[in-house]
């Protein structure tokens, strides 16, 4: 282990080494990081959460008023920071959390190394160092041994007890009981992606006139107006058109930050302006990926200059109810735009075409499918764009692209029409040039490893629902695969079907389907009831079904988890679901269900 300052590198393990290595890295670890606490209460935090400047005309905006962050999953903290930062006082709220010692916490992740013996420091250590020991512990144990118990350290630490959230004066965490002076004494409410409008009473405070706004909404009114935004937003492909073309902006060397639903929240990139007042970033471009649970609130500040929606199909209907309130919702990206305020859309959706009917003078459009805008042949692997109003149509070549799947045809078109689109000095030959050059982000059709036996293991876990997995099948025909297909099915607008029958067509391609989960057997009866012509095998759980899968798969033929569904009923999110699957395939033995 190499000590600096604020950087910390970590050996890789050895096989075979013994376990008390760790236990000394640890200790070693603890013993550095209360060192760091005493410099943290004399100097500055170095995570760079709340410096101040008052060169930023918006620093102290918020002096003397009172903001209300309701949901403190990682947009919210981050909100709080940034109102923090603003000069507001704070209020933190979220019903889930508990407040808990931290030790509690931690005392989790370390018993799944150590015994019970094991001595704990008892001083808080702040969360950058707690990242810093699940790092160490995940080399040595395994990333999802260690997910969960570091998740809920996170979760338990009240804001105002960490350094990384400034002064203790201007800040209140509020967990469990909601009073309703929470959002009623407040001058601001900010309102996390998660929290649906309907609770606490937001929706009735927003019609009376309080100032309610969204994390997305917070953030872009501190970021400078010069910055053009690219939002993309669909039920499905988000994620991978925000990252194709955050790609390509660095490729052609036009400065842009990637982040919203994706990665990093607005708010902690609206953040960067406030923390460093010597280096102020430069960024030209912002790409940011919205969910439909961002823009149930209107926007007022986030006004961006490309606006895409690129499909619309059941999902999320718990919270938004009906498909017509679900597109609503997607289209009032149109609603307040900037610059060339080109929107993109797909083509011959009756959802949206009736959405966007109240924003048709509001924006320039384009369709994904029709002229103006993109058209893709995926058996000549091109694509054609037309900008409106210019009459000319570029070629776009994509067979050099490298991403699986060919549904990644279209993403890589849309994300070149929209970066064409933002008018920054991008030409159709440096986008053409980039092409080779996307990477697809983790979970989509993610080629994780190549076994002994040569067989591929794929990680689709983002596919959280039917159109999703329909999407990567239809885009994998002519190979051999072992499908596997599971979690919480989602039910279809209005039907009590899950929809697992629309698989039936593209399934017939493939080697095996295995099932699991807690929607497993209803799986697997809707399969097989409908004539699936491939063998479908029905295991208890992931863990389960890729024991079996191995057993099964031959070399050259794949195994892709690409589930359908949601993960809530084994995992946290699908990114958990997809990092057990990347683990169990380099661990399990190939043993199967009998």
Not at 49 to 57: A, G
Not at 191 to 202: A, C, E, F
Not at 554 to 571: M, N, R, V, Y
Request: with cysteine.
């Amino acid at each position: 282990m190499i000590l600096h300052p604020h950087f910390v590198t970590f050996p890789p393990r050895q096989h075979g080494a013994p376990l008390n290595n760790l236990k000394n890295l640890v200790s070693l670890f603890t013993s550095f990081a209360n060192h760091e606490m005493k410099l943290l209460n004399t100097n500055t935090c170095v995570l760079q959460c709340c410096c101040t400047s008052s060169t930023n005309p918006k620093q102290h905006d918020l002096q003397g008023k009172s903001v209300t962050v309701i949901g403190l999953g990682k947009s919210g903290r981050a909100a709080v920071n940034l109102a923090l930062a603003r000069g507001a006082s704070v209020l933190a709220f979220d019903q889930s959390v508990k407040l808990q010692p931290l030790e509690a916490g931690r005392k989790l992740i370390f018993e799944l190394a150590f015994d019970q013996s094991v001595k704990l420091c008892p001083s808080e250590v702040p969360i950058m160092y707690i990242q810093l020991i699940y790092t160490v512990l995940s080399s040595y144990l395994g990333r999802s041994k260690v997910e969960l118990a570091f998740d809920h350290i996170v979760k338990l630490r009240p804001l105002e007890k960490d350094p990384c959230f400034g002064e203790e004066g201007r800040l209140r965490t509020v967990c469990g009981q909601f009073e309703r002076e929470i959002v009623e004494d407040a001058d601001i409410v900010v309102v996390s992606p998660g929290v649906p409008l309907k609770s606490y009473g937001l929706s009735s405070l927003l019609q009376s006139g309080k100032k309610i706004m969204s994390e997305l909404d917070f953030a872009a009114q501190t970021i400078p107006k010069s910055i053009k935004m690219l939002a993309v937003t669909g039920t499905n492909g988000k994620s991978t058109v925000t990252t194709f073309a955050g790609q390509m902006l660095s490729h052609l060397g036009i400065t842009a930050f990637v982040g919203g639903n994706i990665g990093t929240p607005l708010s902690e990139i609206a953040l960067q302006y406030f923390t460093n007042p010597l280096v102020k970033p430069n960024f030209q471009v912002g790409v940011v990926e919205v969910s439909s649970y961002q823009m149930e609130i209107p926007s007022e500040y986030f006004r961006p200059s490309v606006a895409v929606v690129l499909n619309l199909t059941p999902d999320h209907l718990e919270r938004h109810g009906t498909m017509s309130n679900y597109a609503a919702t997607k289209c009032r990206l149109f609603s307040h735009m900037a610059n060339n305020k080109l929107g993109v859309l797909a083509f011959g959706n009756k959802h949206l075409m009736k959405a966007i009917r109240d924003h048709m003078n509001d924006f320039s459009p384009a369709w994904i499918g029709a002229f103006p805008g993109i058209k893709v042949d995926v058996e000549a692997k091109t694509a054609s764009l037309e900008v409106p109003g210019t009459g000319v149509t570029s070629r776009l070549r994509l067979d050099a692209l490298t991403a699986k799947g060919t549904h990644n045809y279209t993403n890589a078109a849309v994300a070149a029409f929209s970066v064409l689109g933002l008018d920054v000095r991008a030409d159709i030959e440096g986008v053409q040039a980039a092409i080779g050059k996307l990477k697809a982000p983790p979970h989509r059709m993610q080629i994780v490893y190549e076994d002994i036996h040569g067989v591929t293991w794929v990680d689709d876990s983002k596919a959280t629902n039917i159109e999703a997995t329909l999407a990567g099948l239809m885009g994998l025909k002519g190979q051999k695969s072992v499908i596997l297909l599971g979690g919480l099915a989602k039910v279809l607008n209005g039907q009590e079907s899950y929809g697992f029958e629309q698989l039936i067509e593209p399934l017939k391609y493939h080697k095996c389907v295995i099932t699991f989960g807690s929607s497993g057997a209803s799986i697997h009866k809707t399969l097989t009831d409908n004539g699936l012509s491939i063998p479908c095998i029905r295991a208890g759980n992931l863990e389960d079904a890729v024991q079996c899968a191995r057993t099964i798969a031959k070399a050259g033929d794949s195994i892709i988890l690409t589930p359908g569904c949601a993960s809530f009923d084994e995992f946290r999110n699908f990114e958990h679901r997809g990092m057990f699957f990347q683990e169990l395939a380099r661990s399990l033995p190939p043993t199967c269900l009998h």
